[in-house]
């Protein structure tokens, strides 16, 4: 199974690299979310456009760091008033590569991964840090007030005359109760 064209920048050879410490490669490109895989697990919210790329590989005496950024873009229903969102996220990575056998491999570091075969993937990466970026419960901003559940008044812009106060009738019978104020 071939690496499918659109991805195929986001492979690095390792062992070219690895040849000369130091040594680094540029890679900038975008990406389609679908090329890469990416599936959003929140309903109506989904990544929008390309997902830019720019990051750097730089091989060190062991390993190899993939360092920069990715910039992606997000919609869906705001989660309190269902308003349209936008939003464009700048996520930075910071991954290190090591070949198998390294120490870093038994200790579980955060952050590595195995070098597997003579090129580095990048897309695995950039596909779950994407993902992982998608809000859970987007809303258009922190102090929407979403719509008053009685007359349907979209509570940010305006207030209704609504009751808010909600009670259970179950609790009727202890409305007229008084306690003994302690002395």
Known sequence: MGVPP?????LVHAVELRRQPG?????????DPGEL???????????SGAIGVDLTA????????VTGSITLTWTGPCRRC????????????????VPPGHPAVD?????????DGDQIDLA??????????????????????GWCPQCGAELSADSCGCETERRDPRWAALDGVVLDEPN
């Open 37 to 47: 895989g990416c599936e959003s697990p929140v309903p109506g919210v989904r990544l």
């Open 82 to 97: 269902l308003t349209g969102i936008d939003r464009t996220v700048e996520v930075e990575v910071a991954e290190r590569f």
């Open 23 to 31: 040594a680094s490669r540029r890679v900038s490109t975008s990406v």
């Open 58 to 65: 730089t091989s060190g005496a062991d390993d190899i760091g």
């Open 107 to 115: 200790e579980r570091a955060d952050g590595t991964t195995v070098i």
């Open 124 to 145: 695995p990466i950039l596909r779950d840090l994407a993902v992982l970026e998608l809000p859970a419960a987007p809303l258009c901003r922190e102090d929407c007030r």
């Open 6 to 10: 659109a991805l195929r920048p986001l």
